[in-house]
């Protein structure tokens, strides 16, 4: 059998096991180290989706103004997902009064200087937390294992939103539970709007020329439910599905305008790395990373994001009126292949038709760096996951950082043999603040949309990350950040620390 037919064969989800361990070899491969896909095993789907329905987008939800403040009311409860002909998938989602979405939940409108009141309801019968992802805001409004929600109670965060424009994300943090209570569908984004956002001529029509993409594997059980029943082995090596949604969807379609195009990616599985490209090679621009815009847009034929991460990419369709092209992805950890999207360029001229050529000023680095105080950071351990070889205990908090001080962390993936080059992946999340990144095992190897301010970096095997950070909002022993793995099933496993900002 050719490749290219196995491929196919793949994209169909025809897949032999035999010839899907062999293909599955090569993501890690690419990546420089043989080990990250050591024993990854991918769960299989018994019945077969429905797929290339219209792309889902999340309804936008702005809030409403009320003696300068912007409330903000949902809920977090059960839903229904139509994924299936036969079957009806019981799922969890985040809805605003009026909707009734069936996976996810809807995207938030944050606007920079603003005074915002997040409330959840939690509708679950177990407890959960709601945490905003990439959020600078002070520990209390964090919503992390320490704000609990629990069922029939509500949780409140309140804070005045203070960064750049950028699509963070919310999703569960609830101690030991984060991976299963974000594999039953419960995660949406953050949008953060600013002034100098809106003064570059960028695509941000909603739904129309900017739109979200969550891409997210699942595994369904043979009456069509999401099931998620990690064993030791796969805590370890991850949890990985054969189905892939986008937006709740399997390969959706979105008809596009005419012009640019963009795409704010976000890799919401809890294990599984993905290498984003166009299926016709052609080149994506990135604009912004994580926490928002780069220097300048910057070319690339693809963009691989680890759990967490997010990258905003501008598909220029101009002239490309009555095409198709998809956007693809390929699992690094375990082998998926699959089309995120098809789309269908309309013959409707978009709003935007040329990117600015420069975006954003960088922020200028503290010299010298050698200088600033260093803490050091190790993802490690045999029989459990680790931070500097303690596994997470909500009554221990393992560092104390002074508020608004530079310091550089250092990072390191300890990867296991004699190159340090087996082992698993990992990545490293800061609650409460953005980093920049520094370097990569000393040099500056870092793709275009970690160019920016990030919260996630990835770790291969052996990996080291040289980051510079600063938190300036506080965090008491009551209510601290945490940092941890972002592949979910490790930071539950332990994989996470928690640190003050006084
Ligand atoms: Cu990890």
Request: aromatic share 6%; charged share 20%; net charge neutral.
């Amino acid at each position: 059998m050719k490749r290219r037919d196995l491929i196919k064969l793949l994209a169909t989800g025809a897949v032999m096991p035999a010839a899907s361990q062999a293909m599955s070899g090569m993501g890690p491969m690419m990546m420089g180290g043989p080990g990250g896909m050591m024993g990854a095993r991918m769960h299989r789907t018994a019945l077969t989706p429905v797929s290339g329905q219209p792309l889902p987008i999340p309804p936008l939800y702005e809030g409403d103004m009320k003696a300068g403040v912007r409330h903000y009311r949902l809920t977090i409860g059960e839903a229904e997902l139509p994924l299936f002909a036969d079957a009806i998938t019981e799922s969890w989602a985040v809805q605003v009064p009026g909707t009734a979405l069936p996976f996810l939940g809807p995207t938030l409108v944050l606007n920079r200087g603003e005074q915002v009141a997040l409330s959840w309801r939690n509708h679950l019968d177990t407890a959960t937390t709601m945490h905003g992802h990439g959020m600078h805001v002070p520990g209390e409004a964090d919503g992390g294992p320490h704000q609990l929600i629990l069922p029939g109670m509500d949780w409140t965060a309140r804070y005045r939103v203070e960064q750049p424009a950028c699509a963070n994300w919310y999703h569960p943090h609830r101690m030991g539970m984060t991976a299963e209570h974000v594999y039953r569908g419960l995660a949406g984004l953050l949008l953060i709007r600013d002034g100098s956002e809106e003064a570059l001529n960028l695509p941000r029509t909603y739904g129309v020329d900017d739109i979200p993409l969550v891409v997210q594997d699942r595994v369904f059980d043979a009456a069509g439910q999401i099931h998620y029943r990690p064993t030791m082995h796969d805590v370890r090596r991850g949890w990985f599905g054969d189905v892939l949604l986008t937006n709740g969807a399997v390969s959706p379609v979105f008809t596009a305008r005419a012009g640019l195009l963009r795409l704010r990616l976000l890799n919401g599985s809890n294990s599984e790395i993905w290498r984003f490209t166009l299926d016709d090679g052609s080149v994506m621009q990135v604009i912004a990373g994580d926490n928002g815009l780069i220097d300048r847009p910057m070319p690339v034929r693809s963009v691989m994001l680890s759990p967490g991460e997010r990258a905003e990419v501008v598909l220029d369709l101009n002239g490309r009126a009555g095409q198709r092209l998809r956007l693809r992805v390929e699992g690094l950890i375990a082998g998926l292949r699959k089309d995120a999207l098809r789309i269908e360029v309309g013959k409707r001229p978009a709003p935007v038709s040329q990117l600015p050529s420069s975006l954003t000023a960088p922020d200028p680095v503290p010299a010298p760096l050698a200088e600033l105080p260093r803490r050091h950071f190790t993802l490690g351990g045999m029989m459990n996951l680790t931070i500097n070889g303690a596994s997470m205990d909500m009554d221990v908090i393992n560092e104390r950082v002074p508020q608004g001080r530079w310091e550089v962390w250092q990072v390191r993936n300890e990867g296991m043999g004699m190159m340090r080059m087996m082992g698993m992946h990992h990545n490293f999340h800061v609650h409460g603040g953005s980093f920049r990144l520094l370097a990569r095992n000393g040099k500056a190897h870092f793709a275009p949309h970690e160019r920016g301010l990030k919260d996630t970096v990835h770790l291969a095997p052996g990996d080291e990350a040289t980051l510079l950070v600063r938190f300036r909002h506080a965090a008491p022993d009551s209510s601290p950040f945490m940092y941890h793995c972002h592949f979910l099933e490790h930071e539950d496993a332990g994989m996470m620390g928690q640190f003050t900002v006084a």
